[in-house]
């Protein structure tokens, strides 16, 4: 189990950094040798994607070989996949200082009913997305994963909400276990975009999938954005996720597509000064 210490501890700096998204499908590490300065988000300096829940150990140790030691904030919405992740950083490096970020550690108004039960992902992500949209102008994050995310963060920084919908793989997923003859189409990953036309039934499918998604996105980007939206102009659109380059042209010119936005949301928070963190004794 990851050290459970007063929120005061994720309030003090602390750099070198192992920034970790633990996501359904894979888990994204990311380190950041600084804090970070300057507009715009942190580039990690090195990555390591581990794909599914049985990936290997070594790939993890043979990664951190290269790196000086550094402290870990993980942020996790699987829950076996950050325990199993918890045991291999405890097995490889027992002495690094290791905490698991919470929505009260972010420097994030959210304005929700119970921002405890919102995905640590989608409110790292509109902390990342207040660094890169324009003053006074809303901005829409997607993010495209094992689940699509469409959420609105306010003129004003705040995270007011959004959309959950199905992810691509998921969606082919369903519609084979739960339909008698539709066959099982991989679509994890999408390189091209698939013929809107499917001249088969494997073809219809992922058609229907891809371009459903799409258009899903659009519609909620363009819904939510003028919820969001104020004199100061249109809303910033920021797209993510493991499959966001498949669509990010396809989502229009004005998109910007940020492969690192959720891992660059845990060092932003890491180093921002919250007063609500001030005297609290670790």
Request: charged share 15%.
């Amino acid at each position: 189990m990851l050290n459970v210490r007063s929120r005061a501890v994720f309030a003090v700096p602390c750099f070198p950094l192992i920034a970790v998204d633990v996501g359904n499908s894979r888990t994204k590490l990311g380190f950041f040798g600084a804090a970070p300065a300057g507009d715009g988000l942190p580039i990690p300096a090195e990555t390591l994607d581990l794909s599914g829940s049985n990936w290997p150990v070594e790939a993890l140790r043979s990664w951190l070989a290269a790196l000086p030691r550094a402290a870990w904030r993980v942020a996790s919405v699987n829950r076996p996949a950050a325990q199993r992740l918890e045991a291999a950083i405890a097995e490889i490096c027992p002495e690094a200082e290791r905490y698991r970020v919470a929505w009260p550690d972010l420097p994030l108004m959210v304005n929700v009913p119970h921002p405890e039960r919102v995905g640590i992902d989608r409110l790292l992500g509109a902390v990342a997305a207040n660094r890169l949209r324009h003053p006074n102008r809303a901005a829409v994050v997607i993010h495209v994963g094992t689940a699509i995310t469409v959420n609105l963060v306010t003129p004003d920084g705040a995270f007011a909400g959004g959309a959950i919908l199905p992810g691509i793989a998921l969606s082919a997923q369903a519609l084979h276990d739960h339909t008698d003859l539709l066959p099982r189409i991989e679509m994890v990953e999408l390189a091209d975009a698939p013929p809107v036309v499917g001249a088969t039934t494997e073809w219809a499918i992922a058609s229907g999938l891809f371009w459903g998604a799409v258009g899903a996105m659009r519609e909620l980007a363009a819904r939510l954005g003028a919820a969001g939206t104020t004199s100061r102009g249109d809303a910033d659109i920021i797209l993510t996720g493991g499959a966001a380059e498949s669509v990010a042209q396809l989502l229009g010119p004005n998109v910007r597509h940020e492969p690192h936005l959720v891992l660059a949301g845990i060092p932003v928070a890491a180093s921002a000064s919250d007063e609500k963190h001030a005297g609290v004794e670790v």
